[in-house]
């Protein structure tokens, strides 16, 4: 009986297993912790160690790009096909800090595989994800008999991104000619759940913004001027108050204005999830949902943008009290935007919409810090469906569809490149990112794998849009 | 041409007055500041000292009153009129703290003479108010004849008012049945201008709270969580917006239950008052006015409540932005009343509205400390008619009607004397309460001395109500 290619290519996967799973605990020896400068060593070491793997597996271009901070590096290895669609993988090879005292069981440098689970910093978060790439691509070649991948394939793999990517913007534009791309597939991420395997389509883009308020010159006494003259951190909470209506829906006008709505097909998708609100609400440390009124949770968060108090200050904070009317109050706000939100014009919007917001004699500031574009991908475009697809013959099962609440780095790529950004994660809420004793699930890392091996002849054969190489924005 | 009564009030007063000073100044050199434990033997030595020089004025009883923390004096002269009115006059003996490294030209300490104005700390609050009532009480025994006062006279004058009164209340409770009184003048406010004699009528009352916001159990991620669940910094302004309509009235259901309305007559004595409001704006350090609706300026602070955010705080509060839905918020308000507005009765209203207007998920706590009564003397009271033709007299002008916006512990002697608190004081804003080089008007000072020198036989002679000993509540 002839194999199957699935079935070939797990008996590659099988045969390369104990390699390969060497090959990422090497990897994950080097404590490359971007945070912290003693480390800036490692994270270099981390660097040149993957280029020399990314040799290696094949790749005929590997760079370190150097960054005003942590190296990056680059890979390329063209298709034979040259009319077949680029496509650049993002992830990152720096870690989060790490320690016993921060109460591992282990070292956290010292990989260790218990109960099929691969305990070390960065095991999920994010270099098991890079690395699964490296064996499902030797997989591709090896089951279809090819000698270069069926697409161009890149790989963009940071080294800031713990430490919030602050050169990686630079670096995608300086590099923008090289890494242009017909869809970016970011391996940073996770799905649903160890037994319900999912693709993200999106991440939620973000605006921040500090307001001052500024009323009288000092504290004034409440005694004697309280009641006739405006007090800031009232005109604060009133702001802050009018931001939205009584059914939790932002008021400020335009807001919503050009957002891509959810589509029926999403909405089912996302309710059939196996989502237990109870479990949630434990997850969130929170003791009821409140959201925008006619979604669901899973909406709320994945879906809909929001306007957020993250901090509100103003007046006496002492014990006690002290009967003044304030000089000032701040208020801090984020937005979380989705696809058809530009930043910048919400930007507009929010300065234009404050100033009738306030009474006669609060003077006020309003400072708005980095913003990120949301990024969204249609169910039906043809590279989230061979990547659905891939997954699905890898898991053996059907695969389902969620966003992503937060926002991040990925944005860039998509603004930059101009391409379609998709999220190929295996790992699960359970596997520690940030945490003691973060580790990867063997059984889903190989599925990884086995995504990848599936995944780059699906996208040739089914993106029939004529490859057009982009002049990056 | 034989002298009128008014004409030997003041030659009383012009050939006493360098004794009374050099009186004034020997009181003024103790440093009584009650807040510095280390003056406390001086606060000692000032109460001493006032019980003595009462004694020497010739009341027949003078007592030091022991209190839990500085001492105060009580004297009282009774009548040989057994039906005259009992009147009581506070004050207090101790002072600010004052130093030349605060910015006084000379010693706080070293009382000095300068174009008509005497500089020491306590030369107007309170020891030159206090101490006009000895040569008024002379000059109204020597013009009248009398060897009584034409009132049963007392006096009390505490000593620890600029640390918050801490014991008054205990103390006036506990001296009560002493205290009966039929009236209180209380000697330590000020009138509108050197040009504009007043007399004040009432004081706001006080009511302050902290309510505590809690949400999520700790900080949580506003990119994973935010959205679907509810922001206690976002509830803390919602309630705090809530306060007050559109108009900066109340919304607080029977806020505004049994206020003792303004009057057409106060309304028109208060537009009355050269009231500049851009100069009363730059002492409020304001840029613009702001209050209830269908109020001037003076009406908002003297006789409408008020609803003040002294202090809000929640969430991040460092430079930059973090994106969090916040663990907890806390809003510091107060609240000013007016008369017919009961502390107790506003508390427990604030605590019925609280949890209504707070959502699902939000547990709060509300902790209200202290409250402070409001007290209003009608504008025709006989008491209050007396005060105002004796320093009519004494200015040789009409004298108006003002209120104050603060709050104070005349308040405990009106609720636990339950007799009506008359505001003598004649004070100016000039001269810098709790500042460097406070200071005190000769002229007024002594305009203090001749009005009360008027005072005790108007009140006797007016006061037609039958006295009544009173069981104090």
């Known amino acids: ?81 040259a009319d077949a669609p680029t496509v650049l993988v993002y992830g990152h090879h720096d870690v989060q800090p790490a320690s016993v005292a921060d109460g591992w069981h282990t070292d956290p440098f010292e990989p260790h595989i218990h109960e099929n689970r691969l305990y070390a910093r960065g095991a999920a978060d994010d270099k098991g994800q890079v690395f699964f790439h490296t064996l499902g691509l030797r997989a591709h070649l090896h089951t279809t008999g090819r000698t270069s ?162 901090g509100i200050a103003g007046g006496y904070q002492g014990a006690g009290g002290k009967t003044i009317v304030p000089t000032s109050a701040v208020v801090k706000l984020s937005f979380r935007l989705v696809a058809g939100q530009d930043p910048q014009r919400i930007e507009n919007t929010l300065r234009d919409w404050i100033p009738g917001r306030l009474p006669d004699g609060i003077r006020h500031t309003v400072t708005f810090s980095g913003s990120t574009r949301p990024c969204l991908t249609p169910l039906d475009h043809p590279a989230l469906q061979a990547v659905t697809r891939s997954m699905s013959r890898a898991f053996g099962r059907p695969v389902g569809h ?35 004793n973060e580790k990867v699930e063997l059984d889903l890392l190989l599925k990884g794998v086995e995504t990848t091996a599936h995944l780059w002849e699906d996208l040739a054969a089914n993106w029939s849009t004529p490859h057009t190489p982009r002049t990056p924005s």
């Not at 950004?421 to 945490?435: E, T």
């Open 149 to 310: 991948p069926a697409v161009h394939l890149k790989l963009l793999i940071e080294g800031e991104e713990e430490s919030g990517s602050p050169h990686f913007r630079a670096l995608v534009e300086e590099h923008a000619a090289q890494l242009a791309a017909d869809a970016v597939i970011v391996s940073d991420t996770g799905m649903w759940s160890e037994t319900t395997p999912t693709v993200c389509t999106g991440m939620r883009g973000l605006v921040e913004c500090e307001i001052e308020l500024h009323g009288p010159d000092q504290d004034i006494h409440s005694g004697s001027f309280g009641g006739a003259v405006p007090n800031p951190a009232t005109a604060a909470a009133r702001l802050v108050a009018a931001l939205h209506d009584d059914h939790a829906r932002v008021t400020v006008p335009g807001f919503y204005d050009g957002i891509v709505p959810l589509t029926d097909a999403e909405r089912t998708l996302l309710a059939e999830l196996p989502f237990d609100e109870a479990e949630w609400l434990r997850s969130a440390k929170s003791h009821a949902t409140h959201g925008e009124a006619g979604y669901s949770t899973l909406e709320r968060i994945w879906a809909r943008p929001t306007a957020e108090v993250n």
């Open 1 to 81: 009986m002839s194999e199957t290619p699935d079935s070939a290519v797990r008996t590659y996967i099988d045969t390369h297993r104990a390699t390969f799973l060497d090959d990422l605990g090497e990897w994950l020896r080097i404590p490359s912790v971007s945070a912290d400068p003693d480390h800036a060593p490692d994270v270099r070491r981390s660097a040149e160690w993957l280029a020399a793997k990314l040799k290696e597996t094949g790749f005929p271009t590997t760079a370190i790009w150097e960054t005003d901070g942590a190296p990056a590096v680059y890979a390329h290895w063209p298709s034979d096909d």
């Open 402 to 436: 969620t966003r992503e609440g937060g926002s991040g780095p990925a944005a860039d790529l998509q603004d930059v490149l101009d391409a379609p950004v998709l999220f190929l994660g295996i790992s699960v809420p359970s596997d520690g990112w940030h945490a003691p």
